[in-house]
């Protein structure tokens, strides 16, 4: 099954105020204001401290592969939120949605991670978080 | 002579009661501090309660602005542990052992472990600064009082907030809701990065969970590697 991208920047009225957030270190590396949907095939879970990254092989609208790096909560959050360390395995299928770092570089800070074949679902930041 | 060892038992018996009379009501004073022991989670994470616009000093307001021109200086992403007040800010249960002569706090993030004197000793006037510094506490009424200075410079939060070596921190814990939460009030007094001391409160829940073991492995950004 080929794995298609879908690129779509949306100005997220998030009701904070920008200026109190702009200097968070999550949003210095990632753009609080655009929303970016991938649907790759998961390479490596980094199930880790400080912060659990999923790597994703996506084909790019050229036909191309490239390699994403998206980002979520440290593992001990994740454990308490239910996300086992052998939940998500390497050739699986998943939709990521997050915000996209601002270099604009393959990277996301996960907000929603799911796994369509049987509705698995990840943990990501919430919406308006800023850690 | 025989009068004399008559009333003897009456006289030990006075001398008995006027003996309680003075000491019992000190006694009242020194019942059992409130207890803090046990595991507990922030209510608040280190989102809420945080200013954005703190008094700071004009050197106090350029660290802010280095940090944010470069937030890679974040030392936990690279899991370098936090400063005393960063970690405070984290996200991550503790578990406090009291006793009498000390509290000790065992933060989840980064194995860190902190101990706070109880026993009257004041702080050393060459101590070297450390992530936690040196920490001593008093009880008033139910409040445990923990006085720190000697932490190493740093920044209070992922979004920064620095503070110098001559940080001296107040923070004011005292139970609420018979004991199932606990509040801090913390105090930060660093006249070098602030005009005047400045405050946050934070409230935290009991824990019913075990702390986890806290592993932190850098992760370079190299994607596919």
Redesign the interface.
């Known amino acids: 099954m080929s794995c298609r991208i879908f690129q779509v920047i949306l100005t997220l009225c998030l009701g904070i105020s920008v200026?109190?957030?702009?200097?968070?270190?999550?949003l210095?590396?990632y753009d609080e204001d655009t929303s970016t949907r991938i649907e790759g095939v998961v390479?490596?879970v980094?199930y880790?401290?400080?912060?659990a990254?999923v790597?994703v092989e996506v084909t790019n609208n050229d036909g191309e592969t490239e390699?994403?790096?998206t980002e979520t909560y440290p593992?001990?959050?994740l454990?308490?939120r239910g996300w086992r360390h052998d939940d998500l395995s390497v050739g699986d299928d998943v939709v990521i949605t997050g915000r996209q770092a601002r270099n604009g570089g393959?990277?996301l800070q996960i907000i929603t991670i799911i796994r369509p074949s049987d509705g698995w679902e990840g943990v990501g930041f919430s919406v308006d978080?800023?850690? | 002579m025989c009068e004399a060892y008559d009333r003897a038992p009456l006289l030990v018996l006075m001398g008995l009661l006027t003996f309680m009379a003075a000491v019992l009501p000190n006694l009242s004073f020194a019942a059992d501090p409130p207890d803090f022991s046990g595991a507990w989670d922030s209510e608040t994470w280190s989102t809420v309660g945080w200013p954005t616009e703190p008094p700071y000093t004009p050197a106090g307001r350029f660290a802010q602005q280095a940090y944010e021109a470069d937030p890679q200086d974040d030392p936990t992403q690279n899991c370098i542990p936090p400063v005393l007040v960063h970690q405070i800010s984290a996200p991550f249960p503790h578990e406090i052992i009291q006793q009498e002569h000390r509290v000790t706090f065992l933060y989840e993030n980064f194995h860190q472990v902190r101990r706070v004197w109880l026993d009257g000793r004041d702080h050393p006037e060459d101590a070297y600064p450390t992530l936690m510094g040196h920490s001593i506490g008093w009880w008033e009424g139910d409040t445990l009082v923990v006085d720190t200075r000697s932490v190493e410079a740093g920044y209070m939060r992922p979004q920064g907030l620095p503070h110098t070596e001559s940080l001296h921190l107040i923070e004011r814990y005292t139970l609420l809701d018979d004991g199932e939460r606990k509040q801090l009030v913390i105090t930060i007094d660093d006249p070098e990065y602030y005009r005047e001391p400045w405050s946050v409160t934070k409230t935290y829940i009991r824990f019913n969970e075990d702390i986890l073991d806290y592993d932190c492995v850098p992760r370079l950004h190299l994607p596919g590697k």
């Open positions: 200026p109190a957030f702009a200097h968070h270190s999550f210095a590396h390479t490596e980094w880790q401290n400080p912060h990254r790597y390699i994403w790096e593992r001990n959050i454990i308490r393959n990277r978080s800023i850690d």
